[in-house]
């Protein structure tokens, strides 16, 4: 990894744009990051983790935003960093999740975190990426490190040396394990562990189909079930304790077999005795009752005789009873034509006298004295020629009615069309009256809102000006409460500036007071002072109790000038916050913010005013052209009513004259009648009677004809029957159900008989008849008997044949299952002595430690040999780190096997890391730290990083460490990588050439890149 360029903005305490050219910086290999306590030295490296990772390193992380609190508003905080990795030169962009303001209205909004990552090629540059994820795996890809891995590595941290050096085991492990990938190495533990348990799970369900099945096979043969079912011993016997009984079971199967099979061949035998009894006592009573069925019937013959001369009777009756009917159906049909023709014939007009009494018609039946010749039949043709003539009339006349009825809605018509004109007339005037003086008003209302339009433009100019000195009153104000405030920060200012000025001039004159004994701190046994310049110091002044070194007195002179800093600033804003006081002053004067307010509310109604009687002016003008227009149309609708109503005047008069001339004609021809067409209507349905009476007349006479031919056809063929007279044949006649009836008992007797007669004379049923009675009870009870044995028999043989099947199908089972178990558990044995090594509970492990934990301390071994290369050149090989594992301390702490101790070679004895003073803590922890880089390195595969920063902790070495540690970090340089040192020690600015000086002042930090040596 090469580090090219950095640029930051509004990022930590950076508030504006700030660049730093590494190029330009590590062209000696070795660099230093100094500045001022909090001016932003560490946010330097914080800027290159952010850029990579999207984090910056520890606690700093936890910060709630990343956005400088300096930036102006709106400048969202942004990490730019130019960087070469794995010989791809790529430009990586990163905005962290800020809030910025609002584009619209006031507050602010999140402004979600942003990447972007271009690669920079030769000709060209080529976009990468602006995904979060993708562009955490290009960064983990090419460099092979994750952000905890960097931090540690590149980025030495402030602290994390010594937090190193003198953790617990415990705690070293966590980092350790965070540091180097041994995922492979847990997920191994895991699944061992997995395993193990997944094949004990096996195993265990193969026992449980194992105790199962025995189970089942000992409730089979109803034996108890073997003891100590776990123990291999016992499971390699039950092969053999299944195949006894199973042998058992098909002995006792094939007798059964036998013993059924003589107790079904008894059942069989006594079953058909017991059936030839039952056959034969079967018969005899078949026989029996078939003699008693034909003497029965045979005493019922009688009745059966009486039943066929009905019968015979009833079919002579049946030919003469179509001719009978039909006498009768003509009766019927002429009483009713009788009946119907007198009550239509009644029922005529008056003056169409056709029957010859009216009056007898009222009585009961008094059309049965009635007869055709006593009829007045002429009275109907006249009846009809006369209402004919009288409706022809009629309906030539129906025309003028028609037409009259068209002009009487004609001469409505107009009489509305009057009704409607006069109306119309009298709005019409009415309106002419109005119009005017509507106009008049309207008019006047018109040049009022004109006068008061007119001062539009002054009034608008007159807001204009009240709106821009309530403006500048408020800003008068603002500017006073401002002004007010900085006062205040200005005195502040000044007096802790005089405060600090005077305790830089106290540590300053107190320095001057132990020049001598400070000097004397520099003088070495055998080299020339200084001063005087001789080789012996004889009597070295002695510093007091309170001496001060330079480097306190750098300190006071910083912060002194810091707050100068602070009170410049601080006096500016006051000079600048009242001039602009005294320019707005000059503008408003005296006047009060409350006074501009009300001079801009009133003006801001005379505009409001103007405005409005503006709108209503032209508002007013369109009306009056609309009355204008209004006041012509009426003009001119009321000269069209006029000529309107003399057309409708005489309409009205001829429409009159010809209505009473059709009303004279009508009346002459509709007679006693409402209209013509009642009259029509009349005539035509009386017409129709006197016609319908006249059919009906005929049919009357048709029917008596009829009749007559019945009678006459009805007695022929009574002369040729058996009957004396039609009262005979009508009682004899029988209707066709009763006629089927009557035939199907004649034909159930006949058929009854018959077979009954017939069975009597079967030669079976006579001989069974002839034998002795059968023992059809007790051949039931023997066979009874022989059928239960049997069944039982049977019963026994099904339970041995189903024991036996059961036992032949669970056997093969139960040998399947243990041929299952036994592999299961040989596997279960390796697995679990292998878990139980990974584990580090197994006696074969002399460690007791497991896999992961057993790795991390190989790697440790690493990190403390790779250490000890550089603390033995850093310390002249007085110090040693020593790895401690349990069986070193016999401690618990030692058991995960990353214990540490120092070996000090002047004592010879080891040390714990805490006993180290501050120098040899720094000195030790940076080799560790140096040397957990190198193993993390090439754990990573070998990735070459050429760059490496060391933040802080130089200021606890003496001059001769000091040279060591520097030596050490020149052999780094000397390896190819670029070291970066951060640190305030002024020793390091003169020693280093190449530096990076990071200002901080009242308004932010700032960065300046230092490339000549200091003397």
């Not at 008596?704 to 004899?732: I, K, N, P, Y």
């Not at 040999?865 to 050149?873: C, K, M, S």
Request: hydrophobic share 40%; proline share 3%.
């Amino acid at each position: 990894m090469r580090l090219h360029r950095l640029t930051m903005t509004a990022f930590g305490p950076f508030p504006h744009t700030v660049s730093v050219d590494f190029e330009a910086l590590t062209a000696d290999g070795l660099f230093l990051i100094h500045g001022d306590t909090g001016a932003g030295k560490t946010t330097i490296l914080d800027g290159i983790c952010f850029a990579l990772y999207g984090s910056v390193p520890g606690f700093r992380d936890d910060a709630k935003s990343l956005h400088s609190q300096h930036a102006a508003v709106g400048v969202g905080p942004r990490v730019e960093l130019d960087v070469t990795l794995t010989n791809r030169r790529l430009l990586i962009s990163r905005s962290p999740e800020w809030m910025r303001p609002r584009r619209r209205g006031s507050g602010t909004t999140r402004q979600q975190a942003l990447i972007e990552i271009v690669e920079q090629l030769p000709d060209r540059t080529e976009f990468v990426t602006r995904d979060h994820r993708e562009a955490a795996d290009l960064i983990r890809a090419e460099t092979g490190l994750d952000v905890q891995q960097f931090c540690q590595v590149v980025l030495l941290p402030q602290g994390g040396f010594a937090r190193f050096l003198q953790a617990s085991a415990d705690d070293r492990q966590g980092l350790l394990r965070r540091l180097f990938d041994i995922e492979i190495f847990t997920r191994a533990e895991g699944w061992l562990a997995e395993h193990r348990t997944q094949l004990g799970q096996q195993e265990r369900a193969a026992l449980g189909t194992i105790r199962d099945l025995t189970q089942r096979f000992a409730e089979v043969v109803k034996v108890e079930v073997p003891a100590d079912l776990d123990k291999p011993d016992t499971l390699s016997e039950l092969d053999a304790w299944a195949a006894v009984h199973r042998n058992r079971a098909a002995d006792l199967a094939e007798a059964l077999a036998q013993n059924m099979a003589v107790g079904t061949a008894e059942e069989q035998r006594l079953d058909q005795v017991r059936q030839a009894a039952a056959t034969l006592a079967g018969q005899q009573r078949e026989y029996q009752a078939a003699v008693q069925q034909r003497d029965e019937l045979t005493t019922r013959k009688p009745e059966r005789d009486r039943w066929k001369r009905q019968l015979d009777s009833a079919r002579a009756a049946a030919t003469l009873k179509p001719y009978l009917d039909q006498v009768d159906r003509r009766h019927t049909d002429l009483d009713l034509l009788r009946r119907t023709t007198i009550e239509h014939l009644a029922s005529l007009p008056a003056d169409v006298a056709v029957l010859p009494d009216r009056i007898a018609l009222t009585v009961p039946d008094g059309g049965d004295a009635v007869d055709v010749a006593d009829l007045d039949v002429d009275a109907l043709t006249r009846a009809e020629q006369t209402r004919t003539t009288q409706l022809r009339a009629a309906e030539a006349a129906i025309d003028s009615e028609a037409r009259r009825t068209t002009l009487r809605g004609q001469r409505t018509a107009v009489g509305k069309k009057l009704e409607d004109l006069a109306s119309r007339s009298e709005k019409v005037n009415a309106r002419l009256v109005e119009l005017p003086v509507e106009h008049a008003e309207i008019t006047g209302r018109r040049e009022q809102a004109l006068a008061v339009a007119a001062d539009r433009e002054a009034a608008e100019l007159r807001l204009d000006e009240a709106q821009k000195q309530a403006k500048a009153c408020k800003r008068r104000d603002d500017l006073t409460a401002q002004l007010a405030t900085a006062e205040e920060e200005r005195r502040t200012a000044v007096d802790r500036h005089q405060a600090a000025e005077a305790r830089h001039l106290d540590v300053r004159q107190r320095r001057l007071a132990g020049m001598a004994a400070e000097l004397a701190g520099e003088l070495r046994p055998g080299q020339p002072c200084g001063v005087c310049g001789s080789p012996e110091h004889p009597e070295p002044a002695q510093a007091a109790a309170d001496a001060v070194s330079a480097a306190d007195e750098d300190h006071a002179k910083t912060e002194a000038g810091e707050l100068l800093d602070e009170r410049r600033s601080a006096e500016i804003t006051v000079e600048r916050i009242n001039a602009q006081l005294n320019e707005v002053t000059e503008t408003v004067g005296d006047l009060t913010a409350a006074h501009a307010k009300s001079t801009v509310t009133e003006a801001r109604k005379a505009v409001r005013a103007a405005t409005e009687a503006t709108k209503l002016a032209d508002e007013l003008g369109t009306h009056l052209e609309t009355l204008d227009v209004m006041l012509a149309d009426q003009h001119r609708e009321a000269a069209d009513i006029g000529r309107d109503e003399a057309v409708a005047n005489a309409q009205q008069a001829a429409l009159t004259a010809q209505i009473t001339e059709l009303d004279e004609t009508i009346d002459a021809v509709r007679g006693q009648d409402k209209t013509l067409r009642v009259r029509v209507t009349r005539l035509t349905g009386e017409i129709a009677e006197v016609r319908t009476a006249a059919t009906n007349l005929g049919q009357w006479l048709q029917a008596g004809r009829e009749l007559a031919d019945a009678h006459r056809e009805a007695q022929h063929h009574l002369h040729l029957s058996e009957f004396a007279d039609t009262v005979a044949a009508r009682a004899a006649a029988l209707t066709d159900p009763e006629i089927v009836d009557l035939q199907k008992r004649i034909d159930a007797f006949d058929g009854e008989y018959h077979q009954a007669a017939g069975r009597a004379q079967d030669p079976t049923l006579l001989a069974a008849a002839h034998q002795p009675s059968p023992d059809v009870e007790g051949s039931e009870q023997t066979y009874q008997a022989a059928r239960l044995r049997a069944t039982e028999l049977h019963a026994q043989h099904g339970l041995a044949v189903e024991q036996h099947d059961r036992l032949k199908q669970l056997g093969p089972d139960l040998v399947n299952a243990l041929a299952q178990w036994r592999p299961i558990r040989a596997e279960y044995e390796i697995a679990n002595r292998l878990a139980q090594l990974v584990e580090g509970k197994s006696s074969d492990s002399g460690t007791r430690m497991t896999l992961s934990t057993y790795v991390l301390t190989h790697r440790f071994r690493h990190v403390v040999t790779a250490a000890n290369t550089r603390l033995g050149q850093v310390t002249h090989n007085r110090y040693l780190l020593r790895h401690v594992t349990e069986s070193d301390t016999g401690r618990r702490a030692g058991r995960n096997g990353l214990g540490l101790s120092v070996v000090d070679a002047w004592t010879g004895q080891e040390r714990r890391p805490a006993t180290l003073s501050g120098g040899e803590t720094f000195l030790v922890s940076l080799c560790l730290a140096l040397g957990l880089s190198d193993v993390v390195l090439a754990e990573a595969g070998g990735t070459q990083l050429g760059s490496l920063f060391v933040d802080e902790g130089f200021g606890t070495l003496d001059q001769e460490a000091l040279d060591q540690v520097l030596d050490a970090l020149d052999g780094l340089r000397s390896g190819g990588r670029t070291v970066g040192l951060v640190s305030h020690v002024a020793e390091l600015r003169r020693r280093i050439p190449s530096r990076l000086y990071v200002r901080k002042t009242a308004t932010g930090s700032t960065v300046a890149v230092e490339t000549q040596a200091i003397d």
